[in-house]
């Protein structure tokens, strides 16, 4: 089991760039996750899909923010266009959410630094 | 929504002795209470978790335990090692709220060798 697998490890981006974080679930899962993690928020769900499907979106900040899942092995999150306050580190999680109570397993996470 | 709330925000122990990290939420209708470690650089990782149907749960030095109607669940650790220190976050899972997990704020835990 290779776990959660995202990439970039770290991104830096100049303000007004578009940003593009990658996401490969465990094979098997379901559901799919992103959040976003500072240390004046905490963890923040952005996103979440299940079976491919966007579930419940109303955790992107803003319209720059765009997820898509085209693909039960393959997710992305885009940013458009970046800016300062956008600088976190962006996890990808996924589920095998049958009967909801089993655990995320997340990746290592995207840090992003937006200048 | 589900409202999850984790003290403290950090905690120093000695070498061998024990920790406690507790946390509380506010939906009775959360049935599912995970535990995670996060490393500096990685991603969290499932340490333990507890269902509500359980009041106890036990995994070496971990343990974790439930009261649904205080509605709180703390984590124990025992023995404590320095490869303990680390961030740990609690969770709450629902079906009633968005079918979602919440998540408390953290506490970074230091072992003093």
């Known amino acids: 089991d290779a776990g959660v697998i995202q990439s970039p490890r770290h991104e830096v981006t100049e303000m007004g760039q578009e940003v593009t974080l990658r996401c490969k679930p465990i094979?098997?899962?379901?559901?799919l996750f992103w959040y976003r993690q500072t240390m004046m928020r905490g963890l923040e769900l952005l996103i979440y899909?299940?079976?491919?499907?966007?579930?419940?979106d109303s955790g992107m900040p803003e319209d720059r923010f765009s997820a898509k899942m085209p693909n039960a092995s393959f997710s992305t999150l885009k940013i458009q266009p970046s800016e300062p306050r956008d600088s976190a580190v962006y996890f990808c999680?996924?589920?095998?959410?049958?009967?909801?109570?089993?655990?995320?397993?997340f990746g290592n996470g995207t840090r992003l630094t937006v200048t | 929504g589900e409202n999850v709330e984790q003290h403290p925000s950090t905690l120093s122990v000695q070498e061998g002795d024990s920790a406690v990290i507790k946390c509380t939420y506010s939906?009775?209708?959360?049935?599912?209470f995970p535990w995670y470690k996060q490393e500096l650089g990685k991603g969290p990782q499932l340490i333990i978790d507890?269902?509500?149907?359980?009041g106890e749960k036990k995994d070496q030095r971990i343990a974790v335990t439930l009261n649904k109607t205080a509605k709180h669940f703390s984590l124990h650790i025992t023995e404590t090692q320095p490869e303990d220190s680390a961030v740990y976050f609690c969770?709450?899972?629902?079906?009633?709220?968005?079918?979602?997990?919440?998540f408390g704020t953290g506490t970074s835990l230091t072992v003093i060798p």
């Open positions: 507890i269902r509500s149907n359980v």
């Open positions: 094979s098997g899962h379901n559901s």
């Open positions: 939906d009775s209708a959360s049935n599912y």
């Open positions: 969770a709450a899972f629902s079906w009633n709220t968005g079918n979602q997990f919440y």
């Open positions: 899909f299940n079976n491919n499907v966007p579930i419940d």
């Open positions: 999680a996924s589920s095998f959410s049958g009967q909801g109570d089993s655990p995320l397993h």
